[in-house]
Nanobody, 124 residues
């Protein structure tokens, strides 16, 4: 069983930056792809970005491309989401997720493991 723990959320002013981290438990040999999602109150969970664990390939949704960067440190079993030029509409709970499926994986239903989420609030 893979356990994921996010950190790095918080309150930031519009235009600011945050870096989210997602630390995975030691049993990560089954993970092939990681992803980041977010969910605002009253809305569905939206895909943000995904990365292939072995290929290091990345893919982003339109609102994230150019502002957000997904990356990984395999040796530390940790994944990151660097978020720049944040906007109030980026306010949401952010989740990392892992799957045994191969990159790219966009749909939340294809992810096997989820973190508990971290709140990001962007003030105007």
């Amino acid at each position: 069983q893979v356990q994921l723990v996010e950190s790095g959320g918080g309150l930031v002013q519009a235009g600011g930056s945050l870096r989210l981290s997602c630390a995975a438990s030691e049993r990560t040999f089954s993970i092939n792809t990681m992803g980041w999602f977010r969910q605002a109150p009253g809305k569905e969970r939206d895909f943000i970005a995904t990365i292939g664990r072995r290929s290091d390939a990345t893919s982003y949704t339109d609102f994230a491309r150019g502002r957000f960067t997904i990356s990984q440190d395999i040796a530390k079993n940790t994944w990151y989401l660097q978020m720049n030029s944040l906007k109030p509409e980026d306010t949401a709970v952010y989740y990392c997720a892992a799957t045994s499926k191969y990159f790219p994986v966009y749909a939340s239903r294809h992810y096997d493991y989820w973190g508990q989420g971290t709140q990001v609030t962007v003030s105007s």
